[in-house]
């Protein structure tokens, strides 16, 4: 841990101090010489052992031989390392709790370090963490915490990377447009970013353009307004929203997961849906992330058998999205085989107040759409005044995925016929190649899922991928979350896993700088 801070905090200085890049070769030598035998050696004698630095030693050293004593050794090292660490670690808490409250200009180091009550409180909450964490089993408290932050990790380096790479898409071939703070707005001010954003800021509204913002549910617009509290500034709230929901949302992604398959597949389930090609809309100022955390928790306490709080985070989905109310389907579902279940096994009627109980639950799942539904007669004294809009504004209306596939390719080709790229190229071919690559993906990967994730997917495609004028099948997709456990099963191979994730990286890039750009993509 000390050399992890040390390189994401000192190093940067250290090599500016010591010559730079000559300093990062010798620096990459020694590592491979020297840390990378003593990591393997650490690894293995835990591995051999699966006991603690003292009993590690004296589980795998010859008898009468005297390897523990460097176990006291190593263990004194722990305690006078974390003096230091802890101290570190409470700095970086101050100055996280600084910049929440808005006080990110005051963070002096020096005024920092001479402030002692400062210095204990946020010592002593690093410590009461610590000692919180290791109060549960090693699997259930280190292991599991390790596990999710290294996920919400990863999951904050692909949406910083999903950042930086919008920039330089969005720059090239432009005179310099500003820094990557300057050009924010105009790289994910997009598709239907701006709506939720004139929402937050003002509510829904009955006159103008903006009356039209009435289509978009109102979850992710109050959550921005709640950050906004915070940092004043209703996209980089929307962006950090975004930020968190993915980071938890992969968090349920892979617990649910989990719940089906091998931890390696419930692994490669999240790297999907970070890796599909309209992925970086859960970086966007978009409902994407949110949606997908509120669903996935609600997969995960269905499979769980919690079905109050997967019915609370249903509705939550529902008052999210359209299809957000979906999930009804596949709780419905597992419940359904609980009174199988049980009539099977011929214990219904000791069950039966339960099982009664769970299926009054799925009433709270339709509360989220009912709200949006008050929402519109409040606002415009219509509760349908949504469906109104989307009809007249945008042509859209219930019906059959293949005849929406075939008004789709009759747009394509007339585009092309236009020689209207951008629209060909960002909207029409986007749309026809995610429908049909879910309706595969489903197909390859299904048999290995529980049939609730089928009957879910297929009544989210038929709702999501029906519309008369699709414009977003790919975004709708990539928020699917039995297509992520799909594509995990698909991937079992390596060789296929990596093809995918290759095939899913490259469409990604292109599908971002043709967003960035301000083409057809929404």
């Not at 905090?9 to 250290?14: K, T």
């Not at 306490?301 to 596949?330: D, E, H, P």
Request: hydrophobic share 55%.
């Amino acid at each position: 841990c000390a050399i992890g801070i040390g390189n994401v905090w000192r190093f940067p200085y250290v090599v500016g101090e010591n010559g730079g890049g000559i300093f990062v070769l010798f620096y990459l030598l020694f590592l491979v010489a020297m840390g990378l035998p003593v990591l393997t050696m650490e690894l293995a004698v835990g591995r051999g052992s699966r006991k603690s630095a003292v009993l590690a030693y004296k589980e795998l050293e010859k008898p009468k031989s005297k390897w523990h004593i460097h176990g006291w050794f190593a263990i004194l090292g722990c305690y006078v390392l974390m003096m230091y660490y802890t101290t570190v670690s409470g700095w970086m808490l101050s100055y996280f709790f600084k910049f929440l409250t808005g006080n990110n200009a005051q963070v002096g180091f020096g005024e920092m370090i001479s402030n002692p009550a400062v210095n204990v409180i946020f010592l002593a909450v690093t410590v009461i963490l610590g000692f919180g964490i290791l109060c549960f089993n090693l699997q259930g408290g280190l292991e599991r915490v390790t596990k999710y932050m290294m996920i919400i990790l990863f999951v904050l380096m692909t949406r910083i990377a999903a950042l930086l790479i919008g920039y330089l898409l969005y720059r090239y071939g432009r005179a310099y447009p500003g820094g990557i703070w300057n050009t924010l707005a105009s790289v994910w001010e997009h598709s239907d970013s701006p709506s939720y954003l004139g929402i937050a800021e003002r509510w829904y509204v009955t006159e103008g353009d903006p009356r039209f913002h009435i289509v978009f549910f109102p979850f992710y617009p109050c959550a921005i307004w709640l950050f906004n509290l915070i940092f004043n500034n209703s996209l980089i709230s929307a962006m950090v929203v975004s930020a968190a929901a993915s980071a938890v949302g992969a968090v349920f992604v892979y617990e649910a997961a989990a719940l089906d398959m091998e931890r390696d597949a419930a692994l490669r389930a999240v790297k999907y849906m970070l890796v599909f090609p309209a992925a970086f809309f859960l970086t966007a100022p978009m409902s994407e992330a949110l949606f997908i955390m509120l669903s996935a928790a609600a997969i995960y306490f269905t499979r769980k058998k919690q079905y109050l709080w997967a019915c609370v985070f249903g509705a939550l989905s529902g008052f999210t999205r359209s299809v957000g109310g979906l999930i009804i389907v596949f709780i419905a579902w597992e419940i359904a085989e609980d009174f199988i279940t049980a009539y099977r096994m011929g214990t219904i009627k000791e069950e039966r107040r339960a099982l009664i109980l769970n299926a009054l639950c799925l009433m709270i799942v339709p509360l989220g759409l009912i709200g949006y539904l008050y929402i519109n007669y409040a606002v415009t004294g219509n509760a349908l005044t949504f469906m109104k809009y989307q009809k007249e504004h945008w042509s859209q209306g219930f019906g059959l995925f293949f005849e929406t596939a075939a008004t789709q390719a009759d747009a394509a080709a007339r585009a092309a016929q236009r020689g209207n790229t951008g629209e060909l190229w960002g909207l029409w071919i986007p749309n026809l190649t995610a429908s049909i690559a879910a309706l595969i993906m489903m197909l390859t990967g299904a048999k290995k899922l529980r049939p609730a994730y089928t009957a879910y997917f297929l009544a989210y495609f038929a709702v999501a991928c029906g519309a008369t004028w699709l414009l977003s099948s790919p975004r709708y997709l990539t928020a699917c979350i039995p297509l992520m456990l799909a594509a995990a099963n698909a991937s079992g191979e390596r060789r296929t896993d990596i093809a995918m994730t290759a095939a899913c990286t490259m469409m990604q890039a292109a599908y971002l700088y043709m967003y960035v750009n301000g083409y057809y993509v929404y």
